[in-house]
């Protein structure tokens, strides 16, 4: 199952970031387990879990389905570590005009230090049509843990998107900065050519919280944005756009605050194509460095996606340095198609998901190693997703891993029972 606006899974076409090709040492012999299987809307449950998951202090997983739910129109979830099938929907989305609280969230959660869950959902939240004739352009939402053990928790819709100049189909999730303010993208802004934005939600006294664009993509600079965003310790933003760009196939780009509180674009790399193609909404990492790492979901040398890299300049007002670190769809057993972004694991080891490809075409789990002994990055598949009549472990992982408790952790949005509505799981490398 996909986000409303993206490429179909089916059109499969940071140490030094030297940007060669490597061949790829492929095994599956880690342990996989399902945590949870997903059983859909008829069960009341969740279906489609296309965001990532985030851990609270005590250990309980929280993530978003982007169906399922009373009225399939998306669900908030908790997973406690109390053992296998302990899941509790927090809340299901109801998706209709009369309540506007929000239809089908594809985005990852973000957590505060009270417990509070934010994200977005990218339809609804407001009583006009929309995108396509839809009702609502999205909203940002937060969910308030119960004010007492076992009681409800609590949705309240933060900002609702009007379609117009504040932008419209929030796809991604949301970062905290330090003062407490969200920061996300959206898919589209309400403008002619309708190529997204950046922005900002501040909280303010009285409880409301107030939107300010902080950039409008042109479609030359990038368009569409649908990736989380990422900080710098100087407090620039570094995102990806789906489309748009100098070849139309992408870009990545950096928002530099001013001191007159605009924001200045940017573009980092344009994509061309065997470069890769398409990131999607595969967000970026970042190490102590400021070196960048990413993936786009089609391009490269074989036309699978590829895990790229990013240099910073050596000086002020240079250049970023490229580097394409491995190309997916080189070989029959490999992933392709990576939907999702990475995550930096000890010894600047990066992890990801390709949504296809493995050995029974359903995805995999891999692993990018950095050059060590005079050899170049080294990409493993730690785990092959299988569907076929003796196991339905899960098939399209389209999020990131989590690193957590010493092993992989994250989700794959089809699979993992009769139903197909997709499954939490577990990765002990």
């Known amino acids: 199952m996909k986000r409303f606006g993206s490429q179909s899974r089916l059109a499969v076409p940071l140490a030094v970031l030297i940007g060669i090709l490597l061949a790829a040492s492929v095994a599956s012999a880690q342990t996989e387990r399902i945590v949870y299987a997903f059983t859909g809307p008829n069960n009341g449950d969740g279906s489609g879990p296309n965001g990532g998951l985030v851990a609270d202090s005590v250990g309980n997983l929280y993530l978003s389905t982007s169906f399922g739910g009373t009225t399939d129109a998306g669900t908030v979830v908790e997973l406690s570590p109390s053992g296998r099938g302990s899941e509790t929907v927090l809340y299901s989305f109801t998706g209709s005009a009369g309540d506007g609280d929000g239809a089908y969230p594809f985005g990852n959660l973000v957590i ?18 929309c995108i396509s004739g839809t009702v609502g352009c999205g909203t940002v939402f937060k969910l308030a843990p119960p004010s007492v053990p076992g009681g409800p928790w609590t949705e309240s819709v933060i900002y609702a998107f009007q379609g117009g100049n504040d932008g419209n189909g929030p796809a ?55 990736c989380n965003l990422i900080f710098d310790s ?8 789906s489309a748009g760009g100098s070849a139309g196939q992408g870009t990545v780009f950096e928002l530099s605050p001013t001191t007159n509180g605009l924001w200045t674009e940017t573009v980092l790399h344009n994509f061309l194509g065997l470069d890769g193609s398409l990131p999607g909404f595969g967000g970026l990492v970042m190490d102590a460095a400021g070196r960048i790492a990413g993936t786009t979901s089609t391009g490269g040398q074989y036309g699978g996606g590829v895990v790229f890299g990013l240099t910073p300049p050596s000086s002020a007002g240079g250049v970023w340095s490229y580097g394409r670190i491995y190309s997916f769809g080189g070989q029959s057993s490999d992933g392709a198609g990576p939907q999702a972004g990475l995550t930096l694991g000890a010894g600047k080891v990066l992890y990801g998901t390709t949504s296809q490809g493995g050995s029974d075409g359903c995805g995999t789990v891999f692993q990018v190693k950095p050059p060590s002994g005079g050899v170049g990055w080294t990409e493993k598949v730690l785990y092959s997703f299988q569907v076929n009549s003796h196991r339905v472990d899960g098939c399209a992982p389209d999020a990131p891993v989590i690193v957590h408790n010493g092993a992989l952790f994250g989700t794959t949005s089809e699979g993992g029972d009769l139903a197909g509505d997709g499954t939490v799981f577990e990765i002990h490398r």
């Open 234 to 241: 100087a407090g620039n933003l570094y995102g990806t756009t």
């Open 172 to 226: 991604a999730g949301l970062v905290f900065d330090h003062a407490g303010n969200l920061y996300g993208t959206t898919y589209g802004d309400g403008g002619v050519v309708s190529d997204g934005t950046v922005y900002r939600l501040t909280p303010q006294p009285n409880g409301s919280w107030s939107e300010t664009v902080l950039f409008r993509f042109n479609e030359s600079d990038g368009g569409q944005p649908e």
């Open 112 to 129: 505060d230090a009270a417990g509070n869950l934010y994200g977005t959902t990218f339809y609804g939240g407001a009583q006009t049509p």
